[in-house]
Every structure is written in structure tokens, then in C-alpha cells.
């Protein structure tokens, strides 16, 4: 699926757009199972383990930041993920044994969808080695108004910023971090049907939806099956305990099978400790842990 130049510029920038990697058919399911989840958020009222309500959801204006774990919401969502142009590119970047961490669907309404403030994925996950990344497919045309994601590149090679404030994991980098270069920014615009990959160090962020348009964007987090979590928020084996974590780490071997061979190497971490009030969200933890914004005015 993808080419030579296009798997070096992953490894050598940190991130990768790839146009039309479903088909149109695909994409009209998705946006409509989709757009079916948005309706159906208008009988909600408070967050659950599916929505993530986003500040003035109401029945006639539904507004949300995220559909938690889409691929366990609707059986499309995971179909999708093992069999199509998607999981050529997983392939490609990351060989031929791969675990799905986590989904979900930023859904960044119109009008103000939250902004996301840049971090590196790594800070939330470490992980014995970095083969790891995650993709959105864009399920609208995305530009600047309604809140692109935007990545520096080369930044996955660097150091790994602090995501703590005030001894606080905040899930979120001081915008004054003389290791940020915002002067290197570059945005991933695009059409519907479109990938952005980003490494799991590549430091990234996205601004608030300014448009009347929905930003919609399914991402998922994978893993080369021979990365281990450490600790975070993808260390299922807490939660689970050992015989469910099995029957679990099976079902997310996406492509191949599972590796119990961890490759460990040198990578720098810092564990996402302690945690905000609030952690079910990534909007939460930035939130709670008192994050200093790089898109407020
Ligand atoms: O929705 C976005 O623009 C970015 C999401 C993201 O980086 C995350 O959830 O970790």
C-alpha cells in the first residue's frame, strides 16, 4: 500500500498522510454509523461509557468530544481496522505482528469542540520499546477551522517533554518548553477517507473547531506486537487479571499474533504519575491536571 519514500518519511519525520486508503463505500458506512451515534447522543445527558459530552450538549444541539472505544460500539468500526487499506499501512510501518491499544472517535462539534494540547502519546504509555503509533482517519474534510492535527516533525527523535504540572501528570507539554518548535508546526489537512499517522513520540496537538462543521476523526493506537506496556493507561493486565488479560490481548492482535518476547530497549521514561483528579479522557487529564493552553487567546 505504501511506498518506499512514504515509509522513510514515516520513520524519518514522525508522521505520514495518506490519501483515499478506504473506499467511498467504506467511508459513507462509517459516516453513518457515525453520524447514527451523534443522534442518538441527543437522549443523553451526562457522560457515559459511551459518549464524552463536550460543554452545552443539548437534545437539539448534540455536541461531543468523543464516542469512547468505537470498535467496541459497532462491529464496523473493528472490521475496519483489520481488513482494509488500513491495515496494509499497519503493516507496512510496523511489520506483521500488531495489538490495538485503544479507539476513539474525536469528534470535535462545531462552535468550540475542545482543543487538544500538545503531548507526546509516549508520556501516557511508555511502552519496553517505541514501535508504536496511532492513526485518525478522517471521516470529514479537515482543514484549520474545524480543528486539524497538527504535529512537529522530526520531534519523535528528541526528548520526551514533561507532562506534569505542578508534580501533576496533566497529559500535556508547557507551551514555554524551549524543546517545543512551533516554528516547525505543520498541519494535516485533508480529504475524507484520509490517514494522518503519528509515532508515539511525535509530539502533537489540535486547536478548538472554529467552523459550523464537525471535525470528525477515528483514531486508533497500535502497538508492534513485541511492545509491552510498562504502565498507563494501556496496561489492561491491572484491570483484568491474568486469564481475561489473555482472551483480551488475543482479540486485539490485529494483525499476526501475540509476541511474549518483549523487545526492551533503552527509551527514556517518566510514568504518568499521579494522575489528575479526572482521567477518563484525555480532555479530562488536561483539564484536571491544570495544563497551560497553546490555543486560548
Ligand atoms: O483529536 C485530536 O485532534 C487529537 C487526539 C489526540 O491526540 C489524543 O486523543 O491523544
Known sequence: MLSDKQISDYFEQGYLLVENVITDAQLETLQNITYDFIEASKTVTESNDVYDLDVGHTAEHPKLTRIKLPHKQHAYFDEILRNSGVTEVLRDLLGEDATLLTSKLNTKAPGGGAAVEWHQDWAFYPHTNDSLLAFGLLLEDVDMENGALQVVPGSHKGPILSHHNQGIFCGAIDPDDPDFEQDKIVSLTGKAGSMTVHHVRTLHGSAPNRSDRARLILFYEIAKADAWPILGSNSYIHSLGQLKFW????????????????????VPVRMPLPPAKDVSSIFKTQQFGGMKSVYED
Do not use: A, F, S
Not at 482472551?247 to 533503552?266: A, F, M, Q, S, Y
Open 247 to 266: 482472551d483480551d490481548l488475543k482479540e486485539r492482535t490485529i494483525i499476526g499474533k501475540p509476541c511474549l518476547e518483549p523487545r526492551v530497549e533503552n
